[in-house]
């Protein structure tokens, strides 16, 4: 059964592994042909197509064949997506911690006054 | 066969599901019990523990059960390992394009230079 899969699984699930990790490390720094992400990875080619693949799919990496050298670049825009997702909860995260400081803050001015008066 | 995997191969898995990362959302507003986690999903319970196992081997979540309820809470730590991450490649991503725009505003004025001589 296919299943929908949304943008962000697509994303979050390229980047669980190392190698993939890896060839978005690489494309960073420039373009590179499928050879040249292959070169550190103790892998086949066949196998570095395949993890090319899931990071296409996901939109993190886009790439054109020109003659018989593919050449890959980065697409930015993917990796955005989970940078914001994950600013959202650290807002969300200390917007919490504010309101705890705020309350724990009103708590011990509270009983301090009761203890003046 | 039992394979080692990276503490950010984990945090990235886990995250790769729409319904953990609704379960994260609801742990930054502030601890909860596994059923109100499990409120707005419209699965099983025993599938939200499960999807809880997920969340607590990546270390983005922890637990404690009192009695007969489990309380679970964020760790934002794990969050902030892929927060890094990302912030790393967009760093590697935006000096390279700083060196390309220099690049090509020496070519420019290179060729300018040319024409004028």
């Known amino acids: 059964m296919l299943q929908y899969q949304e943008p962000l699984d697509l994303v979050f699930q390229a980047l669980a592994d190392p190698a993939r990790r890896g060839m978005v490390e690489r494309l960073c720094r420039g373009p590179a042909?499928?050879?040249?992400?292959?070169e550190p990875l103790a892998m086949s080619l066949s196998a570095v197509v395949q993890h090319l693949q899931v990071l296409e799919t996901s939109g993190l990496v886009r790439?054109?064949?020109?003659?018989?050298?593919?050449?890959?670049r980065m697409e930015p825009k993917a990796l955005r997506?989970?940078?914001?997702w994950v600013a959202r909860r650290r807002a969300t995260w200390e917007r919490r911690?504010?309101?705890l400081g705020e309350f724990l803050a009103a708590q011990s001015e509270k009983s301090s006054t009761r203890?003046?008066?």
């Open 115 to 117: 203890r003046k008066s």
């Open 81 to 84: 997506g989970i940078e914001d």
């Open 33 to 38: 042909s499928v050879s040249d992400l292959a």
């Open 97 to 99: 911690l504010d309101c």
């Open 63 to 72: 790439s054109v064949k020109i003659g018989r050298v593919r050449t890959c």
